[in-house]
């Protein structure tokens, strides 16, 4: 059973510019979550992915946009990049679809710098 | 709607000491209640989670927490620190359906000093 991976695990942007991130979520998974870590804060919710529909969405603007695809891994995408997105943007997968909470596995993370 | 508070961004202990790091949430629903470890440059990984029954909740590493409703805490425990320890701790609520997102606190660095 392979884990939660995430492509790249670093990254460096200017300024107005666009940005696409990758996970593959862990085998058997068909929920994937986003989450936008700043520099000594906790994860921020973005939004979720189940059977490759958006399943919620938090506070985040529209430039930040995302897919899920039918082998149920995820782009996240980030249009006019702002020094402010410079963060570890970490995916989550989970068996969603039952009516209780199923626990969330994090991969590794992307960090992102905005120059 | 969900919210968590860890009281002190910093904590160190000994090693071989009690760890103990706080939480305390705030829920319009029963929640469902989460620790996560962080180590530095890595992702996050579960450490225990409490859904329904035993408010006591062991975890991974010798870790426990316990639901206290009356309270509305969750604070983590370990009775004997250990060096390898040392990493951010984050406290996280989920309403009780469905698979909702996580609401995270703003994390516990714990240091071990030898």
């Known amino acids: 059973e392979t884990g939660v991976t995430q492509s790249p695990t670093h990254l460096i942007k200017t300024r107005g510019q666009q940005v696409t991130l990758r996970c593959s979520s862990q085998?058997?998974?068909?929920?994937v979550s986003w989450y936008q870590q700043a520099l000594g804060q906790g994860p921020q919710f973005i939004f979720q992915?189940?059977?490759?529909?958006?399943?919620g969405r938090g506070n985040f603007p529209p430039r930040f946009s995302g897919l899920q695809f039918p082998n149920y891994s995820s782009e996240l995408n980030v249009n006019a990049l702002e020094l402010d997105d410079s963060a570890l943007y970490l995916c989550a997968s989970s068996l969603g679809g039952v009516k209780y909470q199923e626990t969330q596995y994090f991969g590794p993370g992307t960090r992102l710098l905005v120059l | 709607a969900q919210s968590v508070t860890q009281l002190g961004s910093h904590v160190s202990v000994s090693e071989g000491a009690l760890v103990l790091l706080r939480c305390n949430y705030s829920s319009s629903v029963p929640p469902y209640l989460f620790w996560y470890v962080q180590y530095p440059n890595q992702g996050l990984q579960l450490l225990l989670k409490?859904?329904?029954?035993?408010?006591l909740v062991k975890g991974i590493n010798g870790f426990e927490a316990e639901f206290k409703k009356s309270e509305t805490s969750f604070h983590l425990t370990k009775p004997s620190a250990h060096m390898s320890d040392a990493a951010e701790y984050f406290c996280a609520v989920a309403r009780n359906f469905g698979n909702e997102k996580l609401t995270f606190g703003t994390g516990t660095r714990l240091t071990i000093i030898p």
């Open positions: 409490y859904t329904t029954g035993a408010t």
């Open positions: 085998s058997g998974h068909n929920t």
């Open positions: 992915y189940y059977r490759e529909e958006e399943n």
